[in-house]
């Protein structure tokens, strides 16, 4: 480290405790009892070529019994600068909740066992995949355009002290993948986790690839590092995700909605079981010249346990994506999302990647989802190029109306925009003692799981 280096590390050091040394109850209450706060991750060290897919256990997150409103995260540098996908790809994040057994010191996940230990359990979301996609919230490159605001009067309930068992607390996980693609010789292939890049013929846990493994998560694993250009230097940069999360506190009016995840590999039509293989590859089409087509089209089906209103909807996929939508038995469409590709080079714009996903937000109990019914799961890619690690999600927010419990829901305005809390949320700043805390804090090195537990 020259001594310019070495002072500018240090000021940005001060700059940090400055910028970051604010009050820790950044939280600002609105009239109508919005809350919300910024919180950032543990600190994610990188360098040209490198993967960081860490686990962060006990992230800072608001407490209590809460509807969540919104949660949206984008990747920052120390200055607390936006940083483009272009220099750190955000393959994804994804937030789980867990109980985790109150005074035991020093616990480890341990992916061999997953959640499902005596000292941890993994308090997931409502379904449906038998193993893998947990999440409450999570998503990609498309974090900083996708609306994630959930409607009034619905909300995400987390929290309730009735729900946690005895003897156990409620905290919550991260799993964060970055790529970092400065200097890369195929950024894009970096990004597609292909694994002539990465130059890997084991994963995670030194298992041989298959030979017709060509890419996806086994070969972007945490510490690989893909092919960057001759004489790229080596330039450590540390980055975090900082991430917003909007809640009110519990009460009667809101209407707690289910998170349900559909995956386009999901198997269950064939096999009778949800195993959700999260990644699939899109070929090269050899017919599209002709038929000037160059749609890949995937489906998969799977059914609710529950009757319920559609309050949310919006996809997840990788570059190369053209679109997906959700469809009834009858083939109504249930919610149809498209990805938005960035222009320029700018963050929250970069050409060629996906910037956002639209969203769906049906006028209340004018989507509803029959128990039982066969839904099916549309994910379309552009087959003009081969891709692989690609992915095929669809993020759902039901009401259930199966117990016709307090029975929703005043009608709002037509608009198809949520009915947020209004309010511009005020400058809200992230402090210092979320910053060492997590530095102080033991990062687990899990390596592969992805966002599969
Ligand atoms: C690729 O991996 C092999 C075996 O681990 C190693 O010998 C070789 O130097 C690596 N090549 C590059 C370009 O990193
Ligand atoms: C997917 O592509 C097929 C074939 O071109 C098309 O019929 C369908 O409407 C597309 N679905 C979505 C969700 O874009």
Not at 27 to 49: A, D, M, Q, Y
Not at 91 to 100: F, I, L, T
Not at 215 to 228: A, F, H
């Amino acid at each position: 480290m020259s001594a310019a280096t070495r002072s500018l590390a240090f000021s940005v050091a001060i700059a940090l405790s400055v910028i970051y040394a604010c009050d820790t109850e950044a939280v600002v209450t609105l009239e109508n009892r919005l809350k919300s706060k910024v919180f950032l991750s543990p600190k994610i060290t990188l360098h040209p070529g490198s993967v960081s897919n860490k686990f962060y256990y006990d992230v800072e997150f608001p407490k209590g019994h809460i509807a969540i409103k919104s949660f949206n995260a984008e990747v920052v540098d120390e200055a607390g600068d936006p940083v483009s996908l272009q220099e750190t790809y955000l393959h994804h994040w994804v937030a789980v909740r867990y109980y985790y057994r109150k005074g035991v010191k020093n616990i480890k996940y341990n992916a061999n066992l997953g959640f499902q230990q005596s000292n941890f359990i993994l308090a997931g979301n409502d379904g449906i995949c038998d193993n893998g996609l947990p999440q409450f919230f999570g998503l990609g490159s498309e974090t900083r355009k996708t609306s994630t605001d959930v409607p009034d009067p619905y909300g995400i309930e987390v929290g309730n002290p009735l729900k946690v068992p005895d003897g156990y607390e409620e905290r919550w996980m991260f799993n964060i993948h970055a790529i970092d693609t400065r200097g890369a010789v195929d950024a894009m292939g970096c990004t597609e986790c292909r694994c002539d890049l990465y130059n890997v013929t084991v994963d995670a846990y030194g298992r041989p690839l298959k030979p017709d493994y060509v890419g996806g998560l086994y070969c972007c694993y945490d510490g690989t590092q893909c092919k960057v250009k001759n004489g790229v230097e080596s330039v450590e940069r540390n980055v975090y995700l900082k991430y917003t999360v909007k809640w009110v506190d519990w009460s009667d009016s809101i209407v707690p909605v289910k998170v349900y995840i559909f995956d386009v590999t999901d198997t269950w039509q064939h096999t009778g079981i949800h195993d959700c293989l999260i990644e699939y590859d899109v070929e090269k089409s050899t017919t599209g010249v002709a038929t000037n087509d160059f749609t890949s089209t995937r489906r998969s089906s799977g059914i609710l346990p529950i009757d319920g209103d559609v309050v949310y909807g919006v996809a997840h996929q990788h570059s190369g994506g053209i679109g997906s939508a959700l469809y009834g038995k009858d083939g109504r469409v249930i919610c149809s999302s498209k990805p938005i590709y960035g222009q320029g080079k700018s963050a929250g714009d970069e050409a060629g990647y996906i910037v956002g996903m639209s969203t769906c937000y049906p006028k209340p109990g004018s989507v509803r989802i029959v128990k039982g019914e066969a839904l099916t799961l549309e994910s379309n890619y552009s087959s003009e190029k081969s891709h692989t690690g690609v992915m095929g999600l669809f993020y759902i927010l039901v009401a259930d109306s199966s117990s016709n419990f307090n029975a929703p829901v005043q009608i709002h305005e037509e608009s198809k925009v949520p009915t947020v809390w209004g309010v511009a949320v005020l400058g809200l700043a992230v402090c210092a003692a979320v910053l060492v805390g997590y530095q102080r804090r033991k990062q687990n090195e899990d390596g592969y799981l992805s966002i599969a537990t």
